[in-house]
């Protein structure tokens, strides 16, 4: 090979050796070059670059905008979607000549060079729309020869793979026009309320003249320099042929015509804006990092009126009762049937990515009565009147106390719940078992795998649960015993607005429409004369309060809670610290957050208009309500002419104005006291056979019909001649 080559230079003349080496070595150079400009861009182009980072709206069922999440705020379009009038703008005053390159236009770039060897540096730009494209997707903005070589084998190669339409596709999608906003839609929103579909020929023309110094010609900032920007873009236009002088003076006349809607801080979305990622990454896989490029559009639940009212409420100081500042505070509400979240607060002063409270584990406390111990018992062959004990010591040495000290000895399972008897609850979890309790607490997907005792009863649990479970879980009583998980996201749609997902109700089977029923109409007397009668709110409302007591703090509490639904939605209100220690104890108990709760929907219901009453089932028997048995005071007795015998006795009391009570009447005897008669609706008693040589004792006992229980006995009366 040697001895081949020598003989070949060998043959060549002396004196032409070396100009021929030069021209060779200048020659494979330029051969080179040219073929690593021509295709040198294949290995610098990264085609997943080429889709661009898209924003994500988040949006209620009626089409508003609540929030966008994005790394650069663009909305992709497609060519078709694009004016021609807008295109043509574009192209007149960026790149005249683009229909007609290859990617690089070498007049102008002939022109940039002799200006940048008199300034000796990188000063003139001829970049070509799709070396714009190239520099914006795959390149720094400095302005070096490298990166100037670089985008034009980028160019140089697009052009080669990729139709016109699709580069200025690219082009008119990755451009930045200030303000924080890329591509054409993203700013014919910005500045016109619109789609691009819907742009004017002057609007377009302004938007392609923000392209060259998108700060300097901004409308909002520089009204008169974007205005005389946009005017030379048509003049460019007129120019180019695009437009005719005619057109283009007409054009140049008219005012800006901005449409530009300030979007005001909404605090009050935050908690809800962050349940919806959560939710998008835990049930579709949709990390933060795909939201801010996926360019998702997702329909969500939320019902913002109430959002606002419920974080306005949760400004007010009164309500958050604490030894010392910070009480914080959950709420989260559904509309039940539908397994919609329509408002939740994570915090009062929440911010997204901060600590969501609602989704934060606490002790319930009374607020699990219903679901693990009252609801699983009417399951079985207890009814709201069956009665149960209300004493000390029922279930072994370590049976709690009933927080006011009282104890009725026994009570319905009716009453035991509306006063939220801590004793009862716990005996009667005794009865039916823990473990057939958690199976229907699993049902609604609170699993509690390290709970094995009767502290179930009274929400003393291992790990806790949040207010969305305790929401979910007492939205089954108010759909008639259908549990339904409540959600954030309705549908989501792909960035070419293609559904992927839309929320299908999934629907668990609980508790019978006739258990379901009962408890409805408890809790609503429980709210109505019960543990929660604490604030006001004039129609339908059904629930249960809750509380957890300090564990260093005696007497004091570190949860309050209150759970319960309208005929619409179903609420869950949680204040507490976020830690509980002895320097954080709660001054109040379950009233505040049950007051609260009521007031947020006094404000909802003169918005929307809420229900008046709940709906009975047909198929379902109504639950009468309890029957308080009074103290009977004020007996009198007296004899008087009338009847058969002459003369009869009268005895008449103060009783009370429920006409279903029976009062019997019973004579005091030396063995058994013997009983005389009853009345019902009635206070006064007629007794015929009497002794008058005798004086007689008489005194009345309330009689409750629905549990067969007795109250206590009034004074004793004499009847004597």
């Given at each position: 090979m040697k001895t081949w080559i020598n003989k070949i230079v060998q043959s060549i003349p002396k004196k032409l050796r070396w100009p021929l080496l030069v021209i060779s070595v200048i020659l494979f150079i330029s051969i080179t070059g040219y073929t690593l400009i021509l295709y040198g861009g294949k290995l610098l182009v990264d085609?997943?670059?080429?889709?661009?980072?898209?924003?994500?709206?988040?949006?209620?069922?009626?089409?508003?905008?609540?929030?966008?999440?994005?790394?650069?705020?663009?909305?992709?379009?497609?060519?078709?979607?694009i004016p021609e009038h807008v295109k043509k703008a574009f192209v007149s005053v960026e790149d005249r000549r683009f229909y007609e390159h290859a990617g690089v236009d070498f007049k102008s770039v002939l022109r940039a060079i002799i200006k940048d060897?008199?300034?000796?540096?990188?000063?003139?730009?001829?970049?070509?729309?799709?070396?714009?494209?190239?520099?914006?997707?795959?390149?720094?903005?400095?302005?070096?020869?490298?990166?100037?070589?670089k985008e034009v084998m980028v160019a140089i190669y697009l052009e080669r793979h990729y139709s016109k339409d699709k580069i200025l596709e690219l082009y008119l999608n990755v451009v930045y026009f200030g303000h924080g906003v890329y591509g054409i839609e993203a700013a014919s929103q910005k500045f016109f309320t619109k789609s691009v579909e819907e742009l004017s020929l002057t609007e377009g023309a302004l938007l392609a003249g923000l392209v060259k110094a998108p700060n300097g010609y901004s409308p909002i900032k520089h009204p008169e320099k974007a205005k005389e920007r946009r005017n030379t873009v048509l003049k460019t236009m007129d120019v180019?042929?695009?437009?005719?002088?005619?057109?283009?003076v007409q054009e140049q006349g008219k005012t800006l015509g901005l449409d530009v809607k300030e979007h005001s801080q909404r605090p009050w979305n935050a908690t809800y804006i962050d349940l919806v990622t959560k939710e998008a990454a835990r049930n579709h896989q949709l990390t933060m990092d795909e939201l801010k490029r996926g360019g998702y559009r997702m329909v969500i639940n939320l019902d913002e009126?109430?959002?606002?009212?419920?974080?306005?409420?949760?400004?007010?100081?009164?309500?958050?009762?604490?030894?010392?500042?910070?009480v914080e505070g959950a709420f989260v509400m559904t509309k039940h049937g539908e397994g919609k979240v329509v408002a939740a607060i994570g915090g009062r002063n929440f911010q997204f990515g901060h600590l969501n409270r609602v989704t934060v584990n606490r002790q319930p406390g009374s607020t699990m009565k219903p679901i693990a111990v009252y609801g699983p018992a009417m399951m079985k062959e207890y009814q709201p009147f069956t009665i149960l004990p209300d004493q000390k010591g029922i279930v072994g040495k370590n049976t709690p106390v009933n927080s006011n000290g009282e104890y009725a000895g026994y009570v319905s399972l009716y009453t035991a719940l509306m006063q939220s008897k801590n004793t009862s609850a716990v005996w009667t979890l005794d009865q039916i078992g823990v473990d057939y309790a958690k199976q229907f607490l699993k049902k609604m997907e609170i699993e509690l795998p390290h709970d094995k005792n009767l502290s179930i009863a009274l929400g003393g649990l291992h790990d806790g649960i949040n207010p969305l479970q305790l929401v979910n879980a007492y939205a089954t009583f108010a759909?008639?015993?259908?549990?339904?998980?409540?959600?954030?996201?309705?549908?989501?749609?792909?960035r070419n607005n293609e559904l992927i997902y839309e929320k299908e109700i999934s629907e668990t089977e609980v508790f019978t429409p006739q258990v379901s029923w009962n408890m409805i109409e408890m809790l609503s007397e429980t709210v109505n004369q019960g543990t929660a009668k604490a604030g006001t709110y004039q129609k339908a409302l059904a629930g249960k309060t809750g509380t957890a007591e300090h564990p260093h703090v005696s007497g004091k509490n570190k949860d309050i809670w209150f759970a319960g639904f309208t005929p619409e939605y179903t609420l869950t209100t949680w204040i507490g610290y976020d830690q509980s220690d002895k320097n954080h104890y709660l001054t109040g108990g379950s009233s505040y957050p049950t007051e609260l709760t009521k007031q947020i929907l006094t404000k909802l219901d003169k918005q929307k208009g809420l229900t008046e009453t709940f709906t009975k089932p047909e198929e379902v028997a109504s639950?009468?309500?309890?029957?308080?048995?009074?103290?009977?005071?004020?007996?009198?007795?007296?004899?008087?002419?009338?009847?058969?015998?002459?003369?009869?006795?009268?005895?008449?009391w103060e009783g009370t104005d429920d006409k279903r009570i029976e009062y019997r009447i019973y004579r005091v005897t030396p063995d058994i006291d013997e009983r005389v008669g009853e009345v019902k609706g009635k206070n006064e008693f007629i007794i015929r056979d009497f002794?008058?040589?005798?004086?007689?004792?008489?005194?009345?006992?309330?009689?409750?019909?629905l549990t067969k229980m007795e109250g206590k006995r009034s004074e004793i009366v004499e009847i004597s001649r």
């Open positions: 085609e997943e670059k080429l889709i661009l980072p898209a924003t994500t709206t988040l949006e209620t069922a009626d089409g508003e905008i609540i929030h966008q999440l994005y790394e650069e705020n663009r909305i992709p379009v497609t060519i078709d979607q060897i008199i300034a000796r540096s990188k000063v003139e730009g001829a970049s070509t729309i799709t070396q714009q494209v190239a520099k914006n997707i795959f390149f720094s903005n400095d302005k070096t020869w490298m990166r100037k070589t180019s042929g695009v437009l005719t002088t005619e057109e283009r009126k109430a959002q606002q009212i419920a974080y306005e409420q949760f400004q007010k100081d009164y309500y958050f009762p604490g030894n010392v500042k910070d759909n008639y015993g259908i549990y339904t998980p409540a959600e954030t996201i309705q549908t989501i749609y792909n639950v009468p309500k309890p029957i308080i048995l009074p103290t009977i005071t004020d007996v009198k007795a007296s004899v008087e002419w009338g009847g058969i015998t002459l003369l009869q006795g009268r005895i008449s002794s008058l040589l005798q004086t007689h004792e008489y005194y009345i006992v309330p009689y409750d019909p």
